[in-house]
């Protein structure tokens, strides 16, 4: 039997997603609950990786299983092993040619960044925080460069290890709610630090330091020096994953 699974978790307290030694992921943590349920090991597939700090409020995952369990197991039975900082939001069976990865048509993210002179304590690990006043207009202008098909190799990380830099951005929406400032993000993929590389180079032009059409230019120079440097990952948020209608998935969003 498969099932997916729709999860949300505060990225924190962890080291990323990704499996590791030290057992402190959000997977290690989601594979414990969930063996503890199935009485036999389970291992899971996401849709994406997550880095150390940042969250979801949907991560899409899929794992099979040999055991039968009413799908109010595989959720509140989950969660009741889970530590307060994951929670699993649904589980829904898929056929076998269901794949978290594979199977997900876009990704899409959104990026929280307080705009003020003073960081803000109660948000302290859940956005970002730039001090100086941004222009968001020319943000925006700045931001119509990036959408499309191109080779984003000037805002991947030295380490990615996607096979191809070309992605598609299909979306880039800026807009200012009080002191937030709310990026929001889809692709059909994105590269290793492609989003939190993205703001950093939007910062840079809403504080003045580059003209908007300098994003082109960071695009068609295809270094990672030409970029700003990696804005840091408290506001950055798994905000939803996209699968075709076919599967069925009761996603929130």
């Excluded at 990704?18 to 503890?36: E, K, M, R």
Aim: aromatic share 10%.
């Amino acid at each position: 039997m498969r099932v997916a699974l729709g999860v949300e978790y505060d990225g924190s307290q962890y080291f990323g997603w990704q499996s590791q030694a030290s057992g402190h992921t959000v997977q290690d943590a989601l594979q414990v609950a969930l063996s503890g349920i199935a009485n036999e090991p389970i291992s899971i597939i996401a849709a994406g990786r997550t880095d150390t700090g940042v969250h979801a409020l949907e991560q899409v995952v899929h794992f099979n299983t040999n055991v039968e369990r009413p799908l109010t197991a595989w959720v509140r039975g989950v969660n009741a092993l889970l530590p307060n900082s994951i929670a699993v939001l649904w589980a829904h069976p898929v056929p076998e040619e269901f794949h978290a990865r594979f199977s997900a048509q876009a990704r899409s993210y959104r990026y929280l960044l307080i705009n003020r002179s003073v960081r803000n304590a109660m948000r302290h690990g859940k956005a970002g925080w730039f001090h100086a006043p941004l222009n968001v207009e020319k943000m925006c202008e700045a931001a119509q460069y990036l959408l499309g098909e191109h080779d984003f190799s000037a805002l991947r990380a030295a380490e990615c290890q996607a096979k191809s830099p070309i992605k598609n951005l299909a979306q880039l929406d800026i807009q200012k709610q009080g002191d937030t400032i709310i990026f929001d993000l889809s692709a059909n993929a994105f590269l290793h630090h492609m989003v939190r590389n993205i703001v950093g180079c939007l910062v840079y032009v809403g504080k003045g330091k580059h003209p908007p059409q300098w994003m082109r230019e960071v695009l068609e120079g295809k270094e990672r020096s030409l970029a700003a440097p990696t804005f840091a990952p408290d506001g950055l948020y798994l905000y939803r994953v996209t699968f075709d209608a076919k599967w069925g998935l009761p996603q929130l969003k």
